[in-house]
């Protein structure tokens, strides 16, 4: 995850909406661009049902494919720690995330605390693993919204959005109310339940997965014990590209489609020659990706070599090689 700076303080439930000068601006600067198909879900009533399967989901939960069916309304953490109260990290406005995402004014980020994968190499351990964090209502999650967009960014960001994806949509109806209208990003670790993703098919414009790991044996043990990670991250990657296709940019700026993110790790412990060969043959060429060469040991990754040191420029090289002779073409950092 790129850092990303604060915007100001939480709790801020005296935050409304922009103006409507400053609506009609981000309208006409995205003129050849469709509108969000949340607007349209959320004035047919689907967007209302959606949440409400959403919350369904979430106490007893099953959000996730660990289905620890934690009662979280009760206040009771699954995993992920998270119960009944949600944090959110940081929020603001992110210039460190890929050019089509960035473009020139920036991507709304909001960083929300805990994570269902618990990678132990995380380098935000203490925002997954630790939870550091303002607890935050789905109210003060929309004005944190609508103060993103009144900073004229591409769109806005949910970083880690697995755990809270009920809350995330709730605030999102309040903030459609205040006049949100910027394309929704769904930036993941990519172990998804497939019923969950398919229930947000219209509501996220953008989706940014990682794909850890090819081997769920290997996943497992860098991560608190996932079940079959390899296997949920293709399946529900599959869909977010059924739902959205391959990125489509206009004047440089993403407004929909999937980008895909792959960590590169010492002794090519992700897989990277079958992750590349997957991409190309499940979803298509024409995938955009980044193969990130940004690993270093962070958190309890001593414990667990090779992870106990960084790539080297040799493994990443190889790891673009591997990626052009599967034919992908699309490449970002």
Known sequence: MAGVAVLGSFGCSGIVGQSDNNQRGARNQRKNVPEPK??????????????????DLYSPCYLCPRLCGAKRAEGIGGVCTAASSFRVASYGVDFATER??????????????????????????????????????????????????????????FISPTHLVPQIVSALRIAIGRGFNLPLLFDTSGHESLEVIKLLDGIVDIYQPDFKFMDSKIAARFTQGAPNYAEHAAAAIKEMHRQVGVLQ?????????????????????????????????????????????????????????????????????????????AGLHNFHS
């Open 38 to 55: 949340y607007l349209e879900l959320e004035r047919s009533g689907e967007l209302a049902k959606r949440e409400k399967a959403l919350w």
């Open 100 to 157: 089509p995402i960035r473009g020139t004014r920036g991507s709304g980020g909001i960083f929300l605390s805990n994570c269902n994968l618990l990678c132990i190499f995380c380098q935000n351990w203490q925002i997954a693993h630790r939870g550091d964090g303002n607890v935050t209502t789905p109210d003060q999650l929309a004005n944190m919204i609508m103060s993103i967009q009144r900073r004229n960014p591409h769109n806005v960001s």
């Open 249 to 325: 940019i206009e004047n440089g700026i993403a407004y929909q489609g999937i980008l895909m993110r792959h960590l590169v790790l010492p002794e090519n412990l992700s897989g990277t020659d079958k992750f590349v060969r997957w991409v190309a043959d499940e979803l298509s060429p024409d995938t955009h990706i980044n193969i990130s060469g940004q690993f270093f040991p962070a958190f309890r990754s001593s414990e667990y070599p090779p992870l106990n040191r960084r790539i080297t420029r040799t493994e990443h090289n190889q790891a673009m090689q591997w990626a052009r002779e």
